[in-house]
């Protein structure tokens, strides 16, 4: 059989979200592209993310974590050494180290890309999939990436603006916090059902803090 014909006869791919942090395993099913962990952020967290935007200093931070033993708690001094002065600041670390050390566990990956950014403008405004196996995505202040269900675009339409929904209903919204476990077409298995997901504008005069993981190896 050929991939184009496994891809065709495949059920479509679903979505699952939940309040239950439980929900991040079912992103290992075979049918399941995303898994939305729809969590409540911890307020001494989400004040220091507020107050970091408050700074309006640029933030782009990139680091790749090599992980010798993933029973180890990763090294991220200097993600945001420049805050030490906002409280939280630990609250915010150890939570982004836990965020990193579940996502090892899930996988058993050995290398994490990791990206914080301060974002005031769409980073990928059009609906696309990624070419990765698994990212992760939260957002801890601002507005969250949104998401659509199979067959709202069709996939060889990607890209172009004139397919893309104009209903808000057809559009899932993630929120502040939310924690995203994505498939993209690299997860062996999942070729052609790479999640269909945005960076969404945010609101004038609005910023988001926006912390991705991606699954090198």
């Given amino acids: 059989m050929s991939l184009a014909h496994a891809i065709k006869l495949r059920a479509p791919a679903r ?45 782009a931070a990139s680091v790749v974590l090599e992980l010798a033993n993933p029973e180890e708690p990763p090294k991220l001094h200097g993600l945001v050494d420049q805050y030490s002065d906002l409280p939280g600041q630990a609250a915010f670390l150890a939570d982004v180290a836990w965020l990193v050390s579940a996502f090892v566990y899930l996988v058993d990956a050995r290398r994490i890309g990791l990206r914080l950014r301060v974002l005031d403008k769409a980073m990928c405004p059009r609906f696309h999939v990624d070419h990765v196996p698994l990212r992760l995505i939260t957002s801890y202040a601002g507005i969250g990436s949104q998401w659509l269900d199979e067959g709202v675009i069709p996939r060889q339409r990607l890209g172009d603006p004139a397919a893309e929904p104009q209903d808000a209903t057809r559009i899932h919204q993630a929120q502040a916090g939310d924690v995203l476990l994505a498939k993209g077409e690299k997860w062996v298995g999942n070729e052609g059902h790479g999640l269909i997901h945005r960076s969404p504008q945010p609101p004038a005069g609005e910023q988001r803090l926006l912390l991705t993981l991606d699954w090198l190896g």
């Fill in 15 to 59: 979505q699952l979200c939940s309040a239950q942090i439980d929900v991040l395993g079912e992103v290992l099913r075979d049918d399941v592209n995303l898994a939305c962990w729809q969590r409540q952020l911890p307020v001494q967290i989400s004040d220091f993310c507020h107050a970091l935007l408050a700074q309006g200093d640029p933030l």
